[in-house]
């Protein structure tokens, strides 16, 4: 099981914090041996650099971002991340260089052509994408001369990597993958309303896309307000993630790009939530079909019946206890559930979840580049570390109350996301192509229904096409030269 949440641990001495959702944290020492999965992963041939052969060992890298994931805690916490190897182990410090969320491309820029380039910056692949177009514009370089994708230790993440090439070169340092949207729910009003429990449909390999139809279809009421569906990524879930099948994607072969959109299933996809959308099955405010309850409230509906599947990433999931409880169920009784989205049952029956790559950009013209390298190399170890996944677990266990169902859907849905990468293009796209695409792939939910998706390709169709074979233009003419291209 994946890294989840932040745990306590020094060299020989873990401080696992439980407490079973009260507010007061009351932490129980535990002490265990690093040696042991240090063992373990040296067995298959995972190990970090001798301290007095580690380049970038002794030295401080600069951190451009918005938020300092590596100086937040409190004083009696040492965090089990790469970060605490990389200060203890390599005697390495990080310099946070902050920047505003908004701005951080513009800041960036400045620093460039001031030639004060920070070494490293958040990768991403959505709202924080800097893939493709910042790299074609020369503010990232290539992550391919400082390390090496083959190595075991990147065994299992070198597939997703491959989503940032371009011009014959990696641009992420891509640490972990992790499964985006799933679908939460109320196991008892899911019971009340006599449907088949989605984690049962889904152990017989039965939660398909007419399933999820018929369930959302036979319980909407805009009269009672109550609606099957919420949130953000409704659409995006429905028919770019569960379908395997994008809208714009890249051949990681050739480093294209490429127009999805007379693609068959992503057709079927789009009618289905046309249908949901025209028969109000998906919450909206009037005629306002940007809204959702409570103010976008993860999870917002699903205890008291209103909503009955709420497509969230797994961010909506890490409550308190006494949080999880109003908004999602009770979760000490087994009430809150979540499975993967569900599959086209004319398809390949696959499970498709989106991928969210984390990691870190080399930023051009960074002084220490090494330096960032051995963090992400300190981050891997630490990520598939049997201690750290251990602790993990109990944590997850004996202070969110998570059950062993929900422990075993969390590794399933994390395997899923590790076996089919997918990797959703947002955020970095040329400007032109990236309002063409949001009118098409938002078209039919935001407008209720008022335009089918056949009008919507009529619409958008050609300048897709048009601003695709732009943007594939500019990748014809990148040569990386290690210059700010402006």
């Known amino acids: 099981m994946k890294r989840f949440l932040a745990i ?15 507010k007061k944290r009351q932490p129980i020492k535990l002490t265990l041996s690093t040696e042991d999965s240090e063992a373990i ?21 600069q951190w451009f971002a918005w938020y300092d994931p590596f100086h937040n805690y409190e004083e009696d916490e040492v965090v089990n991340t790469g970060y605490f190897t990389f200060t203890e182990k390599y005697h390495n410090e990080i310099e946070w260089i902050e ?17 004060t380039a920070p070494d490293f910056s958040p990768a991403g692949s959505s ?35 491959e989503y940032f090439s371009l011009g014959g070169h990696h641009f992420a340092i891509v640490t972990d993958s992790m499964f985006k949207d799933v679908v939460g729910y109320n196991r008892r009003v899911i019971d009340e309303w006599g449907f088949d429990d989605p984690y049962e449909l889904y152990m017989n390999d039965e939660w398909t ?12 009421d805009a009269d009672s307000d109550r609606y099957a569906l919420d949130g953000w990524y409704v659409t995006n879930g429905i028919c770019e993630e569960s379908s395997g099948h994008y809208v714009i994607e ?55 019946g209103l909503c009955l599947f709420y497509i969230c990433d797994i961010s909506g999931f890490r409550l308190p206890v006494d949080e999880m409880n109003q908004i999602w169920g009770d979760i000490g009784s087994g009430e809150f559930m979540f499975v993967p989205l569900p599959r086209y049952q004319d398809g390949d029956g696959i499970y498709y979840l989106n991928s969210t790559p984390s990691g870190y950009m080399l930023i051009a013209g960074a002084r220490n580049p090494e330096g960032a390298v051995l963090l992400s190399m300190c981050d891997r170890f630490k990520i598939i570390d049997p201690t750290v996944i251990s602790i993990d677990k109990k944590q997850l266990k004996e202070t969110y109350l998570w059950s062993d169902e929900l422990l075993d859907m969390y590794d399933l849905c994390y395997e899923l996301a590790q076996a089919n990468p997918r990797v959703f293009y947002t955020g970095d796209l040329p400007e032109n192509l ?34 695709i074979d732009e943007l594939n233009s500019m990748i014809d003419s990148y040569e990386y030269t290690g210059e700010f291209q402006g």
């Open 250 to 304: 890249k051949d990681n072969e050739t480093g294209k790009f490429y127009s999805n959109i007379d693609d068959p299933i992503i057709e079927v996809a789009q009618n289905m939530i046309y249908d949901l959308v025209k028969n109000d099955c998906c919450y909206h405010s009037g005629s306002d079909y940007w809204a959702n309850r409570n103010d976008a409230q993860y999870g917002a509906g699903i205890k008291d």
């Open 209 to 220: 896309w007419d399933n999820f139809y018929d369930m959302c279809m036979d319980f909407s």
């Open 99 to 115: 920047t505003d969320y908004f701005e951080r491309n513009n800041d960036l820029a400045n620093l460039l052509v001031a030639g």
């Open 127 to 161: 709202n924080t994408a800097v893939f493709p177009m910042s790299c074609v514009r020369g503010m990232y370089q290539p992550v391919d001369d400082y390390l090496d994708f083959t190595d075991p230790l990147w065994s299992g993440i070198a597939e997703t990597a």
């Open 41 to 61: 992963l040296a067995a298959a041939g995972i190990t970090l650099p001798d301290v007095e052969v580690a380049a970038g060992a002794g030295t401080t890298v």
């Open 8 to 22: 306590v641990l020094s060299l020989v001495l873990v401080v696992a914090l439980v407490g079973c959702g009260s």
């Open 434 to 467: 990236q309002n063409a695409y949001n009118s098409l792939d938002w078209g039919i939910r935001r407008n209720g229904g008022a335009t089918t998706w056949a009008q919507l390709k009529e619409q958008n169709a050609e300048s897709i096409a048009y601003y």
